[in-house]
């Protein structure tokens, strides 16, 4: 709404945004990012989904109505410009104790521990990327602020990258600043965290873990890359917590799940970047945002047959409001993520299933009861107010037709849209019969991938770092 209210400004009309009490900070922090540091809010006390109609308004007639006049009747304060250093300015000289402490008082670190982005550090990032330093890669909402090859490296440095994970770095921001993405949502309350997938050569260039411990931090490759992408959240894009970070609960930045091609070689599926339209060998980095996951531990059996059903369910009882993704909100949008060990996948395929005999699968039997999807949509949420049922949607236009086969309420429906809809890929350790599901953000953080673009001189500088 502060973006509409931005833009009618800018046209010289005064606005009046109404913004629930627990949202003031954020819209103060979003309004500074568009250009209107001053812009007019009217607060609504509490949250308007758990008051009756008459707190409602009771609230808007004692509170929200004077605010809502004042906005429209009387000039706005003066705005305070707060500068910030430059890019390449040296903000403070010290010990790495007095560096840490003056980055967690300025909210230019996670809390842990970071490595001084010192010039020099900065330079050995550099040298990995053939881009100029000051080459923007992007604008990043909510403050609006340019992404440039130098910041990449800054934060990189901070995150305790090695310098030759520069041209992964690059191309996660590239991803980032990608409108398909969704930057601008990465602080929703629901407090969903994206996960960096990897694909390609590099896997194994740079040694990333894609096998036992598969999403746990201890390898730096995984670690310092997942927890770079939190870093430039915070400091570029501006998402900060109490502020525009508005994650209830939120989840800790995740490390990069590294996909076992070697596995997939040997039972003949593609990778998940071919599934999103490289070729098999292409350096790929692949991110999308995960409302949250669980394991799917000690999958028996023999066959594909008798293995996926187990993993249907779990599909199936894991999705609830996300599923206004599915049909509704942004119909078309929710992509789970399926992530199979290596045993799994091969035991699967042994039965002459391919990656998307799987997706087929789990599209006809991850299905839940009409009654329940549509409760999850307007009575236990609001996300679809006013009683709509499935078919209602049908007629409207926001859902596909097999959502309203018929009236009864038992019929079991699909949880996503179509069978590409559920990403599947292959990584853990190689002799467990576990699996991993992870419910999708939605549009709210879209699955969105980009090649990795490595230097001219790669094989050398490369050679030079393993030497290090």
């Known amino acids: ?80 410009d707060e500068p910030e250093p430059g890019a390449q300015e040296i903000v403070f000289e010290g010990t790495a104790e007095e560096v840490n402490r003056l980055f967690y008082e300025n909210e230019w670190s996670d809390g842990l521990p970071i490595v001084p982005p010192t010039p020099e ?48 770095l690059l191309a996660l921001i590239e991803a980032m600043a990608d409108p398909a993405y969704g930057v601008e949502h990465s602080g929703n309350t629901p407090g969903a965290e994206t996960l960096v997938t990897i694909n390609g050569p590099i896997i194994r260039e740079l040694g990333f873990n894609y096998e036992q ?69 292409d350096n790929v980095v692949t991110i999308s945002r995960y409302t949250g996951g669980n394991v799917i531990a000690s999958v028996f059996g023999s066959k594909a047959e008798e293995l996926l059903p187990y993993m249907a369910d779990a599909l199936a009882r894991m999705i609830g409001w996300e599923l206004c993704f599915t049909v509704g909100m942004a119909t078309g949008t929710q992509k789970p993520l399926l992530i199979l060990s290596p045993i799994l996948a091969e035991a699967i395929a042994k039965s002459g299933f391919s990656k998307q005999d799987v997706k087929n699968y789990l599209y006809r039997h991850a299905r839940i009861p009409a009654w329940k999807f549509e409760q999850y949509l307007g009575k236990w949420t609001n996300l679809i107010p006013g009683g709509r049922t499935l078919n209602d949607l049908v007629n409207f236009g926001k859902a596909p037709r097999q959502f309203g086969e018929s009236a009864d309420p038992n019929r079991l429906v699909p949880i996503v849209c179509e ?26 953080g879209f699955p969105t991938s980009k090649e990795i673009c490595l230097p001219a001189n790669w094989n050398t500088l490369l050679r030079e770092a393993r030497s290090v």
């Open 121 to 168: 550090k900065v330079e050995e990032l550099l040298r990995f990327t053939d881009r100029d330093p000051e080459e923007e890669i992007g604008v990043l909402l909510p403050d609006n602020r340019s992404a440039t090859v130098w910041s990449v490296a800054v934060n990189g440095v901070m995150a305790g990258c090695r310098p030759e994970y520069m041209p992964v």
């Open 419 to 444: 069978p590409e809809d559920f990403q599947i890929t292959v990584s853990g350790d190689p002799l467990r019969t576990n699996a991993y599901v992870f419910v999708h953000n939605g549009m709210l």
């Open 1 to 80: 709404m502060l973006r509409a209210s931005a833009v009618v400004e800018q046209a010289g009309v005064p606005t009046a945004s109404l913004v629930c009490e627990g949202f003031l900070g954020q819209a103060a922090t979003t309004a500074s990012g568009l250009g209107h540091p001053n812009m007019p809010v009217a607060k609504v006390p509490g949250h308007v989904d758990v008051q009756s109609a008459e707190e409602l308004r009771n609230n808007i007639l004692q509170v929200t109505l004077d605010a809502v006049i004042s906005n429209l009747t009387a000039n706005p304060g003066e705005a305070r």
């Open 213 to 281: 411990g598969a999403l746990r931090d201890g390898f730096q490759a995984n670690t310092a890359i997942g927890r770079f992408w939190r870093l430039y959240l915070r400091n570029v894009a501006g998402f900060l917590p109490h502020k525009t970070d508005k994650g209830t609960f939120g989840n800790t930045w995740r490390v990069v799940l590294a996909e076992n091609e070697e596995a997939l070689a040997k039972i003949g599926w593609e990778p998940m970047s071919v599934d999103r339209g490289f070729q098999a060998g």
